[in-house]
């Protein structure tokens, strides 16, 4: 069984920061493409950042220059790091991953539970 684990969400201020962590458990062959998505109360999800296997990285205008993905392949964990947070950030943010599991020779979207980050003004 593969799982994402989220944590890190919590209240904050505008202005301040916070990071949120997404692990991969189970048994995982290998993990493609990554990224954060987020849901705002009566709002569709929208798609935050992506990071490839490669390293390359995509932000939503929203977020550029104040949020950063990364990951760490060797803990199977991916980040996200929120500066200067505003008001309109508040969401339930989720994180997804393409996930080769054992056995298998595709990939299939993973998504975490979502985490609440609220910021308040």
């Known amino acids: 069984q593969v799982q994402l684990v989220e944590s890190g969400g919590g209240l904050v201020q505008a202005g301040g920061s916070l990071r949120l962590s997404c692990a991969a458990t189970?048994?995982?062959?290998?993990?493609?493409?990554t990224g954060w998505y987020r849901q705002a109360p009566e709002n569709q999800r929208e798609w935050v950042t992506t990071?490839?296997?490669?390293?390359?990285?995509n932000y939503a205008e929203s977020v550029k220059g104040r949020f950063t993905i990364s990951r760490d392949d060797a803990k199977r964990t991916m980040y996200l790091q929120m500066n200067s947070l505003k008001a309109e950030d508040t969401a339930v943010y989720y994180c997804?991953?393409?996930?080769?599991?054992?056995?298998?020779?595709?990939?299939?979207?993973?998504w975490g539970q979502g985490t609440q980050v609220t910021v308040s003004s």
């Open positions: 189970g048994s995982i062959f290998s993990i493609n493409n």
């Open positions: 990071i490839t296997s490669g390293g390359s990285v």
């Open positions: 997804t991953a393409q996930i080769r599991r054992l056995g298998s020779y595709t990939y299939s979207d993973y």
